[in-house]
C-alpha cells in the first residue's frame, strides 16, 4: 500500500475522524472506502458512455410531446 500527505482545515479533519470512530472505523480506512467509490464512478461513466455509442443507431421516430410521452 502507498503512502500520501494530504492536507485540510483542521476543524475538519478533527470532525472526519469524529466521524469514523463514531461508525468504528478510522479515517485512513474511509478514505480508502471513498476512493475506491470515487474511481468506480468513472468506470460507470466509462460504461455509460459505451452504451451510448452501441445504441446510437436507435431512432425513437421524432420529437414527442410531453402529453405524448405520458399516455397510456
Same mark, same amino acid.
Given at each position: 500500500?502507498?503512502?500520501? +500527505? %494530504?492536507?485540510?482545515?483542521? $476543524? %475538519?479533519? &478533527?470532525?472526519?475522524?469524529?466521524?469514523?470512530?463514531?461508525?468504528? +472505523? +478510522? #479515517?485512513? &480506512?474511509?478514505?480508502?472506502?471513498? %476512493?475506491?467509490?470515487? +474511481?468506480? !464512478? &468513472?468506470?460507470?461513466?466509462? !460504461?455509460? =458512455?459505451? %452504451?451510448?455509442?452501441? #445504441?446510437? =443507431?436507435? $431512432?425513437?421516430?421524432? =420529437?414527442?410531446?410531453?402529453?405524448?410521452?405520458? &399516455?397510456?
Amino acid at each position: 500500500m502507498k503512502n500520501i +500527505t %494530504l492536507s485540510a482545515d483542521e $476543524d %475538519l479533519i &478533527e470532525k472526519a475522524r469524529a466521524l469514523a470512530h463514531s461508525q468504528r +472505523t +478510522t #479515517l485512513n &480506512e474511509a478514505f480508502r472506502g471513498w %476512493l475506491a467509490q470515487f +474511481t468506480a !464512478s &468513472e468506470g460507470d461513466a466509462q !460504461s455509460f =458512455h459505451a %452504451l451510448m455509442q452501441q #445504441l446510437r =443507431h436507435v $431512432d425513437a421516430g421524432g =420529437h414527442y410531446t410531453r402529453d405524448e410521452m405520458n &399516455e397510456r
